[in-house]
């Protein structure tokens, strides 16, 4: 891991016994602290609705998973925008297919706010939503999170920058997609860079900052650590 040359294996950082004391470490920073009698019973209609929503996710997630389903990625895709829509409904937020590129639209009258992911891809929506759980409460009211973007053939200086931006919201795409199970590999989205690529830090400080997230999971953003542990509590034949 120490040479910037050397790709770290990203499938090594969540073992079985890593995803349980995760998804412990999870449980305990994302329940509700029950004061009250009143706020006892709210929470404990609101346990009973999620574990209803969390058994029927399982289920469809291990069709999903066992090749029981035509069309995985399509039907993936439609589990992922259920739970993400059903988690976040009261933030007035929507995870939706884009037939082109990514975008992020920003609430607007009575609108919600809108997450569109690339060409209906598992992964752009991973990634967007990574980018949503990053950008925080003033953010989250501009057009693509305010973030600067250049497209691929960036130079080297902009890719510097672009780099720079992305180490967040690719360590917690790497847990995302971790926690369902799948493979992860970072993306430094410039194909058709004219200059070396090959001395770049950027795999090895998504790594670190993965590991960090594990370790540390209460520097995680609020709703990635709702996220996560949804992910952490559904994917799983055990």
Partial sequence: ???CNTKPDFSDLLSYLEDKALLQHLIEL??????????SSIFEYEKRENKEHLNKWKKEWQEIYANKVVDSEQVATDWLIRIFNTLFE???V???RSSGEPEYFPAHDDQPARIEFAHGFFASALHEISHWCVAGKNRRTL???GYWYAPDGRS???QQAFEHVEVKPQALECLFTLACKNTFQ???DNLFATFDTSNSTFASDVYTQVKEYIEKPHRLPRDAKVL???FLSVCTYH
């Fill in 156 to 158: 080297a200086t902009q």
């Fill in 1 to 3: 891991m120490s040479s």
């Fill in 186 to 188: 970072v993306s430094q």
């Fill in 90 to 92: 009261n933030q007035k």
């Fill in 228 to 230: 996560l542990r949804t």
């Fill in 143 to 145: 057009s693509d999170f």
């Fill in 94 to 96: 929507l995870l939706a």
């Fill in 30 to 39: 994302t329940d509700p602290v029950k004061k009250d009698s009143t706020t």
